[in-house]
């Protein structure tokens, strides 16, 4: 036996991490249940089940507030969140001493910027975003999730579809995923192997069929990889740690867990509390929307003619309209403290999900400067889970991408790719605000006139880089503005040149020809 492998097979694998699994599936569906509940249904689930609706819908937009803004911050839209580097380790002497030659080293960085375009293309033709999206929302509300990466095809594992187990440093060693397949969607070579072992099979093509694929860490550091379809082995073959097309993620993971626990999963009690009072408010305003009339002996008006009559009517009769009257419900400041403190859980659970409007004070003046402080404060509390989701999630997937650009294995070699989105960017912007706030304080405390003991070159080279820009791109290098003060020294020179013949010229202009009085 080596490592993480299992003996038996493959469906026996996934009944026995079942078992270790299942206190993370329950309270995944406890999460989903006042989230999202399509994200973990409950065993069973089908098109025709109805998913239960929570009470409030803070859960919800918390839930797709964060996931956007992950989305966005691990994969900006606009750029690339990789680079590629040559990595100098893997060079000897004489590479290193070639790349540093400037012009050898500007053409490198423009090949391997072709590079980086090729695989973003890659990227966005897979159409990966919009699954990267769902996986995330998975992270936030089950704290799991699981990705199988092969070529241009992504496919997503719920936690309900695989089990893991890890080793004592929290690296995954055994990875099992059940799915149904239709037995019409399988390669014919797989649909007579299958029968071959099992003789009385017989299936129809809108049939589902149970498949296993199975990930197991071996001593030697490589994965193997096997596939079983009816108790039929598919096939079985081994690939390198950094080609196995399995990537098993989790959102904060405790030491010695085979799984992780999700944000939802962090403010749990607020939820169950606000979705308690949510129900509670919504029967009381129910009950108090209720119009119920009270009639009196002394009415002189029967109950059916009340009950009968529409609104102008004219009904006579009536000798004490005292004795007719609304039943009202005197909870008013009952109900106002339930309100309050759905209010205050409310903004408990924006401020948890990141949701930047809860941040706004209620006051008439609140400068954008304030707003942005708290909110950098509050994607700090995320540090953590950036970095988390740089090396099982960013890494992994560039790593990927780039054995399905054609290059040759050298040079795949000699590069290694540096994660520039998600913790960086969140280094970045922390250093843009140190910047704008350290310009803005001495200008305001000492006057403008400070401002030239700065040193702009570097503050402008700062300033780009804590925006994710090239500063080469954008800032003007010592050698640009050299030539161009040069050449607006040399049109001085020529307009001061020039001047005196040019007023030469005017005055000829403007003399009479000889001869001629003026």
């Excluded at 001495?442 to 503050?459: D, K, Q, R, S, V």
Aim: net charge negative.
């Amino acid at each position: 036996m080596q490592y993480g492998l299992k003996a038996g097979p493959l469906s026996a694998q996934y009944r026995r991490g079942a078992g270790k699994r299942e206190p993370y599936l329950e309270r995944g569906r406890d999460c989903a249940r006042l989230t999202l509940p399509s994200v973990l249904p409950d065993e069973g689930h089908n098109a025709h089940t109805t998913l239960e609706t929570p009470y409030q819908s803070v859960g919800a937009e918390g839930v797709t507030n964060l996931t956007a803004k992950l989305s966005l911050a691990l994969f900006p839209a606009s750029s690339s969140f990789f680079r590629l580097r040559i990595d100098e380790q893997q060079l000897d002497l004489e590479e290193q001493t070639f790349l540093q030659d400037p012009d050898v080293a500007a053409e490198v960085e423009a090949s391997l910027s072709l590079v980086e375009k090729s695989i973003m293309d890659e990227f966005e033709l897979a159409a990966w975003r919009p699954r990267l999206t769902q996986t995330l929302r998975s992270l936030v509300v089950t704290g799991n999730a699981l990705l199988w990466v092969e070529g241009r095809m992504l496919k997503n594992y719920a936690l309900s579809h695989y089990v893991a187990e890890r080793d004592g440093r929290g690296q995954p060693v055994s990875i099992t995923a059940h799915e149904k397949v239709a037995w019409g969607t399988l390669p014919a070579a797989t649909q007579e192997k299958v029968k071959l072992n099992n003789p009385s099979c017989q299936h129809e093509a809108h049939n589902e069929v149970s498949m296993y694929t199975a990930a197991d860490k071996l001593e030697d550091g490589k994965w193997l990889l096997r596939q079983e379809i009816g108790g039929t082995e598919i096939y079985s073959k081994r690939v390198a740690d950094n080609k196995c097309p399995f990537i098993p993620l989790t959102w904060n993971r405790v030491d010695g867990e085979d799984y992780g626990r999700g944000k939802v999963d962090e403010v749990l009690g607020s939820l169950q509390s606000l979705e308690v009072l949510s129900e509670a408010s919504l029967k009381a305003a129910s009950l108090a929307s209720k119009h119920v009339l009270l009639n009196g002996v002394n009415s002189g008006v029967s109950d059916r003619r009340l009950q009968n009559s529409r609104d102008g009517d004219i009904i006579s009769g009536v000798t004490d309209l005292a004795s007719i009257k609304f039943l009202t419900v005197e909870k008013g400041a009952d109900l106002q403290i339930l309100l309050n403190r759905i209010d205050a859980l409310e903004k408990q659970l924006q401020r948890a999900f990141l949701d930047f409007e809860a941040v706004r004070r209620q006051a008439e003046r609140v400068t954008a400067e304030e707003i942005r402080t708290i909110a950098l404060q509050l994607e700090e509390t995320l540090g953590g889970v950036y970095s988390s989701l740089t090396q099982e999630l960013q890494l992994p997937l560039v790593q990927r991408l780039m054995e399905s650009v054609d290059l040759p294995s050298d040079t795949k070699k000699n590069i290694r790719p540096v994660i520039i989105a998600g913790l960086d960017a969140l280094g970045r912007g922390h250093d843009f605000q140190r910047i704008s706030t350290f310009v803005q304080a001495i200008g305001g405390t000492f006057g403008p006139e400070a401002l030239t003991y700065l040193n702009t070159t570097h503050l402008l080279k700062r300033t780009a880089v804590s925006l994710g820009l090239d500063p080469a791109e954008v800032i003007k290098s010592e050698e640009q503005l050299a030539q161009e003060q040069q050449q607006q020294q040399m049109m001085a020179l020529a307009q001061q040149a020039a001047g005196p013949a040019v007023t030469a010229l005017a005055n000829s202009t403007q003399q009479p020809p000889t001869g001629e009085t003026a």
